[in-house]
């Protein structure tokens, strides 16, 4: 973490799309970018396939969630926080109808205990081929 800005660039957490840290410290608050599901030092995104223009040919949510939940840790963990300092978390979804069930079951399993605030949008797009990105606001102790 720089110092001077605050900033957090993960070594974990996959790197951003456009120029961005993957998250910034006010005080004792952390606020993540959006972070998506896709794998650190490639494009690889579990759970999807796309076809030769790019396109999503199929995907697996499921496998999207456990992916994004565990690129969300990373970054709390290098900010020096932790998953249990989650505040609010923001869920965009591209197909709430077949994605939100899935989504549901699997942050109810995540956040057994003393769940954060959570606010779900479904939106037409997200900047890469990907099916879920969340935004995070969390504690540091």
């Given at each position: 973490?720089?110092?001077?800005?605050?900033?957090?660039?993960?070594?974990?957490?996959?790197?951003?799309?456009?120029?961005?840290?993957?998250?910034?410290r006010?005080?004792?608050?952390?606020?993540?970018?959006?972070?998506?599901?896709?794998?650190?030092?490639?494009?690889?995104?579990?759970?999807?396939?796309?076809?030769?223009?790019?396109?999503?040919?199929?995907?697996d949510?499921?496998?999207?969630?456990?992916?994004v939940?565990?690129?969300?840790?990373?970054?709390?963990?290098?900010?020096?926080?932790?998953?249990s300092?989650?505040?609010?978390?923001?869920?965009?979804?591209?197909?709430?109808?077949?994605?939100?069930?899935?989504?549901?079951?699997?942050?109810?399993?995540?956040f057994?205990?003393h769940?954060?605030?959570?606010?779900?949008?479904?939106?037409?797009?997200?900047?890469?081929?990907?099916?879920?990105?969340?935004?995070?606001?969390?504690?540091?102790?």
């Amino acid at each position: 973490m720089s110092e001077e800005l605050n900033e957090v660039h993960s070594q974990r957490a996959p790197e951003p799309v456009g120029l961005y840290p993957h998250a910034r410290r006010v005080g004792n608050l952390l606020f993540l970018s959006g972070v998506g599901p896709r794998e650190r030092s490639t494009k690889k995104i579990p759970g999807v396939e796309l076809d030769e223009q790019g396109n999503i040919v199929s995907y697996d949510i499921e496998a999207q969630c456990h992916s994004v939940f565990r690129n969300v840790r990373y970054i709390l963990e290098e900010s020096g926080s932790s998953w249990s300092n989650i505040v609010d978390v923001t869920v965009f979804l591209t197909n709430m109808k077949d994605d939100f069930p899935t989504y549901n079951r699997l942050w109810a399993e995540y956040f057994s205990e003393h769940p954060p605030c959570r606010t779900t949008l479904e939106i037409n797009c997200l900047p890469t081929p990907i099916a879920i990105e969340l935004k995070v606001l969390a504690t540091i102790e």
